[in-house]
């Protein structure tokens, strides 16, 4: 059967990239792809490889804990560096990437008896950890936020790129799609979420402009923001409009998964389930993540804890910044246990 003809020289929705979405089939205009600096259609590239790898210094013989499995770059990482003789657990909530993430580290070689998954918010880690591993974990990685994979699917919701379901939902099982959610939010509450969770400054004419809206896509969503904005200070650089945009839709995603909520739990779960000397690294993307990270372990430190946590957080290299724009945000802390 043929494939369905795109508009133009080179496919741009998600869904016309198929040699992207088959990097078996397709490995050197996958690595073409890579090598301009862009993540491939379905694919996610692991950030901070080598200095996650340093903080965490994984050794042979370790329990290791990956929260977020993701498209499995940093878990294979870790795997390799725990043999003979360790483990890694993986955790994701998405019922969609984990069955194939699981799938890529079994063809990479790495059997049950060294790697499991498990589909659960990483909330659980510590029920998880009491019948996968009661003795604790050595080790814990957790690289919050979205996937790739998850942002550039517009069937998933997470972009306004194009017109597409207004979902946003991690695990699109549980809980309630974004436009729902925006339907039952009066304008105070809204407003609130935008602060909290992205920092917006216009969030209160946002939200009287969308709270309580049935959205029936990204794309109407996206440009009611636009209007928002525009209306109430009509001098607003174009760009300044773009941004308030990803801070919506970034406070929403927030919102609809509880990820702050889930980050607590994590938080205080670690030193339930880190052994003695245990290390955990957290990847964080934006300010609230990163001042909840920077909190929990500087308290953990002071009331005894933690041996030792980063000073100061840790960003990517230029180097990595440029092949990848991704990283340009990300930000690592680590901790280690007494």
């Known amino acids: 059967m043929r494939r369905p003809r795109y508009a133009g020289r080179n496919p741009r929705a998600f869904h016309e990239k198929y040699k992207e979405l088959q990097p078996e ?20 590239r692991p950030i901070m490889v080598d200095e996650i790898l340093a903080v965490l210094a994984p050794r042979p013989g370790e329990v290791a804990v990956d929260c977020t499995l993701g498209f499995g770059g940093h878990a294979r990482a870790i795997l390799e560096r725990v043999l003979p ?31 499991e998954a498990h589909r659960t918010n990483f909330a659980g880690i510590a029920q998880v950890l009491a019948a996968a591993a009661p003795g604790g974990a050595d080790l814990v990685l957790a690289d919050l936020g ?63 402009r969308v709270a309580g809206q049935a959205f029936a896509s990204t794309r109407d969503l996206a440009d009611a923001v636009r209007a928002a904005v525009v209306t109430a200070r009509p001098r ?71 041996a030792a946590v980063s000073a100061d957080v840790m960003r990517a290299s230029a180097a990595e910044t440029r092949a990848n724009p991704r990283a340009s945000s990300a930000k690592l802390r680590w901790a280690r246990r007494v």
Request: hydrophobic share 45%.
């Open 25 to 44: 089939r397709y490995a050197a205009d996958v690595a073409r792809v890579l090598a301009a600096g862009k993540t491939p259609a379905g694919m996610h």
């Open 85 to 115: 003789g360790g483990r890694l657990i993986g955790l994701d909530q998405d019922p969609l990437e984990l069955p194939r993430a699981e799938a890529r580290l079994r063809e990479a070689g790495f059997g049950a008896e060294v790697f």
């Open 236 to 306: 607003t650089a174009a760009e300044d409009v773009e941004r308030a945009v990803r801070r919506v839709f970034q406070a929403v995603r927030i919102a609809v998964n509880d990820e702050f909520g889930a980050l607590d739990a994590l938080l205080r779960a670690l030193p339930l389930v880190l052994r003695p000397g245990g290390r955990v690294a957290i990847l964080t993307f934006h300010s609230g993540e990163d001042r909840r990270v920077k909190k929990a372990f500087q308290t953990g430190e002071r009331d005894g804890v933690y």
């Open 146 to 208: 979205v996937s790739s994979m998850q942002i550039d699917n517009p069937a998933r919701g997470f972009t306004f790129k194009d017109a597409a379901p207004l979902d946003m939902r991690m695990n699109p099982a549980r809980g309630l799609p974004a436009s729902a959610w925006l339907a039952r939010m009066s304008a105070a509450d809204l407003a609130s979420v935008f602060v909290t969770n992205a920092d917006e400054p216009q969030a209160e004419v946002i939200a009287a």
